[in-house]
């Protein structure tokens, strides 16, 4: 083989086709100083990485390989190596929240100087929620925080707020941001954050709001809320818009004592939580996490831990904060007047002023569970029976849908749950809706017939005189009712409650039945038939015209049949106008008047129609 030495590239005679280009080795060590042959490169490349981005489905394996052949000092070698990556699948969002842990427990993640909208403009500007401090104030962001999950906030918390969104980590070398919105459910509140990666490559997103109780405004990087709110976190992947998370989160969930017969709230119940094996009082946590709480509280009063908060419950409420996971159980001493557990089904309870009431095993005696994950009492509210007070009272009618003309029977069926104490001189008083009427005779308790009620003036209040009624049991008040002409269409619900003597009251009972419309009460069927000759009596017998069509002023049609006749439904009351087509009388045929009062003009004919009949053209 003939060299070319210089400075410059040389190129062999047998390379010369392929151009191939070798460099001169001039000055290299002595094992190189051999000539270097050709070096031939052979590229293998499944998909070109720069098309994956936008044509490569997901979980597809890319792979590059790459060939060299070459020769040093005559001797033929090769080299080759191999890149293969698989593109990645959208991943689903998720979002958690947290809480700091003053005592050090929990998982170390590193939070970020958090940003907040302070417009609704989507180019903010953007402000730090912190300015450079953390949210305990202990050093300067970013820096690792101890955080747990949780279930509730407290007014005044900081509200951690964790994103998973694995599609937002676009550059691996660099801390990315995520926006997110959040919101108080039944409030004008609203702030956007903008979150910190944890860092490059991570895909989780971390930021922290502080919360209050002060004036509400949007927008003031700070979250107004109030007990028993929910605040809920929004996002919303910038690339992929299906994918949409929202998670919601209660404010200072409080439990509720209340009045199994009104729904009212109840101050004065004493509550100890225990454990439910040994029935010890339970170990409870302040709103810190460290500060230990009392297990026994009153219902509407107010409570301080040992680290000095003081928290005052509104009437009925009560909280116990925080708990170790476990299993436990509400020990209640009710007030004086009251009896815990409730014996009244939750049907009921959820039909008083104020529910829906979250009723759970709980609120009866039963276990208590709390996991890992939540660590906190859910909320539960507590039904009180009144020991003065125990009519419950329910009522049913027998049939969903009438008429006017129609009969109801309705039933009401009156409870004294109270083992010990009777009722004397109950009373149901019952509300009939407009236009229904109470008929005379039908009243009976069980299956003994009973004087009819006084019956108010207006003819709509029903007082039935029901008598004593013994302890833990049920009276049965059945009567029936008119649906009169003054009945309103649609929905008609009467209520109904019962008293005692001793100013005992019941809750109230409720039954609806839907008003319909009989059939031409307000609408009519206009009808009649097509005949050949001017016979006044238009007898079955007399020959009809088929195929002639008869239309209404407002374009409404039909053929006639047959025998010639027609008709046409749901006509409205006032007057209308029928015409002959006489484009359809077949040939021979003509309109001539056979009415001698002149409401027939040509082919036309004027009616009156009145609501609720049959009427004939």
């Known amino acids: 083989m003939k060299r070319l030495w210089g400075g410059g590239w040389g190129v062999t005679k047998q390379d010369r086709s392929a151009r191939q280009w070798v460099r001169s080795c001039r000055g290299f060590p002595g094992f190189l100083r051999q000539p270097i042959l050709p070096f031939l490169v052979s590229l293998s490349v499944a998909t070109w990485p720069l098309l994956v981005q936008g044509a490569t489905p997901p979980n597809t394996l890319i792979t590059n390989r790459a060939v060299g052949a070459y020769s040093v000092g005559g001797v033929p070698l090769t080299a080759s190596g191999v890149v293969a990556f698989t593109t990645a699948a959208r991943t689903p969002s998720a979002i958690t929240f947290f809480r700091h842990r003053l005592d050090g427990s929990g998982t170390n993640i590193l939070v970020g100087p958090t940003q907040c909208r302070t417009s609704e403009k989507s180019d903010g500007p953007y402000i730090p929620t912190f300015g450079r401090a953390a949210p305990d104030g202990n050093s300067s962001l970013p820096r690792q925080v101890p955080l747990v999950p949780t279930t509730t906030y407290n007014v005044g918390d900081t509200i951690f707020i964790h994103l998973t969104d694995y599609d937002q980590n676009r550059d691996a070398s660099q801390t990315e941001t995520a926006l997110v919105t959040v919101t108080v459910r039944g409030s004008l509140e609203k702030e956007v954050l903008k979150l910190n990666e944890t860092g490059p490559n991570t895909g989780v997103f971390v930021g922290a709001i502080t919360s209050n109780s002060g004036p ?111 299993v436990y159980r509400l020990g209640v001493q009710p007030p004086a007047g009251h009896a815990y557990p409730s014996v009244v089904p939750d049907s009921l309870l959820q039909t008083l002023p104020g529910a829906p009431f979250s009723l759970i095993d709980g609120s009866r005696g039963g276990d208590l569970v709390i996991t890992a994950a939540s660590l906190s009492v859910i909320k539960m509210d507590i039904p009180l029976d009144p020991t003065f007070t125990t009519l419950f009272i329910t009522k049913t009618a027998g049939r969903d849908h009438v008429a006017i003309g129609d009969v109801i029977p309705y039933r009401i069926e009156v409870s004294h749950p109270h083992p010990t104490l009777p009722v004397m001189d109950v009373r149901v008083r019952d509300t009939l809706p407009i236009g229904f009427r109470y008929r005379v005779g039908s009243a009976h308790v069980g299956a003994v017939r009973v004087p009819d009620p006084l019956i108010s003036t207006d003819g709509r209040v029903l007082t039935f005189a029901v008598g004593d009624i013994p302890v833990a049991t049920t009276v049965t008040l059945k009567y029936v009712v008119e649906v009169g002409a003054g009945a309103r269409l649609g929905e008609a619900i009467n209520q109904a409650d019962a008293t005692g003597t001793g100013n005992i009251l019941s809750n109230t009972a409720r039954a609806k039945v839907t008003v319909d419309e009989e059939l031409f009460r307000s609408h009519s069927i206009l009808m009649g038939r097509v005949i050949v000759g001017c016979s006044q009596s238009v007898e079955e017998d007399e020959e009809g015209l088929a195929g002639v069509r008869i239309y209404l002023e407002d374009g409404t049609y039909v053929i006639t049949d047959p025998e010639g006749k027609w008709h046409i439904e749901g006509v409205t009351p006032g007057r209308h106008v029928v015409r002959l087509d006489e484009s359809t009388l077949p040939r021979g045929y003509e309109v001539i008047p056979c009415d001698e009062n002149g409401r027939l003009t040509g082919t036309s004919q004027f009616v009156d129609i009145q609501g609720g009949s049959l009427w004939r053209a």
Not at 272 to 289: I, K, R, S
Not at 301 to 318: I, K, L, N, Q
């Open 216 to 326: 509400l405004a949007a927008h003031d990087c700070a979250l107004t809320i109030s007990p028993n709110q929910e605040l809920v976190v929004t996002y919303t992947d910038p690339v992929d818009k299906n994918d949409s998370t929202a998670t919601g989160i209660l404010i200072d969930p409080l439990g509720l004592v209340f009045n199994s017969a009104t729904g009212a709230p109840i101050n004065g119940a004493i509550l100890t939580l225990l454990e439910a094996t040994g029935g010890l009082p339970a170990t409870v946590f302040g709103d810190d996490g460290i500060s230990t709480y009392p297990s026994t509280i009153t219902s509407g009063g107010e409570v301080t831990d040992s680290g000095g908060t003081v928290y005052r419950f509104p009437d009925g409420g009560y909280r116990f904060p925080f708990l170790r996971p476990g």
